[in-house]
Each structure stands twice: as structure tokens, then as C-alpha cells.
């Protein structure tokens, strides 16, 4: 298995720009989570998805953040419009069961807001 | 709530000397615990879990832990460490009463001096 996908691994645009981040989990895992690292925050849970649907968006910092899961091989995170606060790695993982299995991380999206 | 402290913010050791990396938790009920690696510019890798059963968990790369209920702590621990275990480790819990979603600690960076 490939593992966790996360497209593309560098974003780099200017504040005011649509951003979209994309994720691919592991096959068979019904469990999506959407995380951001900051030095600031440490390592946070934006949202996720159970079986394509979003359990818990509480995490989500603001309406400017959104988040999809038309199936269960594609999630994409959705930031528009962009500020520099939202500089970022992005990381989405994967799981089979939130309560027992390991959740698989991706290699992450370094975002950075000009 | 639930939360996790890693009171290190570093920890320096010489190649071949035990190493051991400090955890400690709050959460209403039963805990689930998680041990991750992460490496420069690389997503999160999984160490090893506690979810019942024995105290001791041994987990990848010769690494172990020990649940400790009443000092609600789950230090992570290696015999001998290698100028490779060098990297970001972070200690992270789950609960029944968070809807199993995983808290991350700050974070404790490893340094193993060759």
C-alpha cells in the first residue's frame, strides 16, 4: 500500500488566494482526519470523516476553512480566502477504527501565505 | 477535556545510553495512548499504542512504554538509543469521553550525540 497521498507537498501563494489541499487515504480505511502544525499550536484536529461524512468540524478555525469528502478515496481541505496566519503543515491521516487502530499520516502540505 | 504534557521540550543523550522521553495525561476515564516519531519534513510514524491489557507496550526500532495508572503517565523508553533515533517525538491520547479523538502533546525533540 502507498500509504496516506497528500497533494501537493509545498504550496506557496499570496494572501487573498484560494488554497486547496488534497489527500488520498488508505484503502479500506473509513476514518479521515485533517491536523495543522504550527510551532505556535503545536499539533491540532481540524476535522474529520467517517465513511465520507464530517463527524466533527470542530476544529475548524473559521467559516474561511472547508472540507470535502465526495468518496472514500479523496478529501480535500479548502482555505479561501488564504491569510499568513494560516502557514501552516497540513496533515491528513487515515484509520480503520478511531477508538483502536493507528491513525496513518501523510507526509503533510507545508502551506505558506505571502 | 483531555490533554497531554511532555514537560521536555528536549532531551540529549549519548549513542549506546538509555533514553527515555516523559509523558504524562488527563482524561476522563480510560485512556488510549499513542507514541509517534516524526522526522525532519516527514509525516507522523507510529511508535506503539496502549490500549488495555499489559502496562508494558513494545512497539518499532526496540522502543517501549509503560502505562502508569496512578501516575497517569506513559513514559517512552529505549535501552540503547542510536544517533538515528534523533527526531520529534510526540505522545498523544484518545478517550471515550473526547469521542476518541487524539490530543497531541507539545512534543519533545531527541537528540542522540554519536
Known amino acids: 500500500d502507498a500509504g496516506v497521498i497528500q497533494s501537493p507537498r509545498h504550496e506557496v501563494t499570496e494572501m487573498g488566494q484560494e488554497v486547496t489541499l488534497r489527500c488520498k487515504p488508505i484503502s479500506g480505511h473509513d476514518y479521515l482526519f485533517w491536523y495543522r502544525q504550527t510551532m505556535m499550536r503545536g499539533l491540532e484536529l481540524l476535522i474529520y470523516f467517517n465513511n465520507n461524512v464530517p463527524i466533527d468540524d470542530s476544529g475548524m478555525p473559521e467559516d474561511r476553512f472547508s472540507a470535502k469528502m465526495p468518496n472514500a478515496s479523496f478529501s480535500t481541505l479548502k482555505i479561501q480566502p488564504s491569510e499568513p496566519r494560516d502557514s501552516a503543515v497540513y496533515f491528513c491521516?487515515?484509520?480503520?477504527?478511531?477508538?483502536?487502530?493507528?491513525?496513518?499520516f501523510g507526509p503533510g502540505t507545508r502551506l505558506t501565505v505571502l | 477535556a483531555q490533554s497531554v504534557a511532555q514537560p521536555e521540550d528536549q532531551v540529549n543523550v549519548a549513542e549506546g545510553n538509555p533514553l527515555t522521553v516523559k509523558c504524562t495525561y488527563s482524561?476522563?476515564?480510560?485512556?488510549?495512548l499513542f507514541w509517534y516519531v516524526q522526522y525532519p519534513n516527514r509525516g507522523l510514524q507510529f511508535l506503539l499504542k496502549?490500549?488495555?491489557?499489559?502496562?508494558l507496550v513494545k512497539g518499532s526500532y526496540g522502543f517501549e512504554a509503560e502505562f502508569n495508572k496512578s501516575q497517569t503517565s506513559f513514559h517512552l523508553k529505549k535501552p540503547s538509543a542510536l544517533v538515528s533515533d534523533s527526531a520529534l517525538y510526540f505522545c498523544?491520547?484518545?478517550?471515550?469521553?473526547?469521542?476518541?479523538?487524539?490530543?497531541f502533546g507539545a512534543g519533545t525533540t531527541v537528540t542522540v550525540r554519536a
Open positions: 498523544a491520547v484518545s478517550s471515550r469521553s473526547n469521542d476518541y479523538k487524539l490530543s
Open positions: 482524561v476522563s476515564g480510560n485512556p488510549y
Open positions: 496502549y490500549i488495555t491489557g499489559d502496562n
Open positions: 491521516a487515515s484509520s480503520r477504527d478511531p477508538i483502536t487502530d493507528t491513525q496513518y
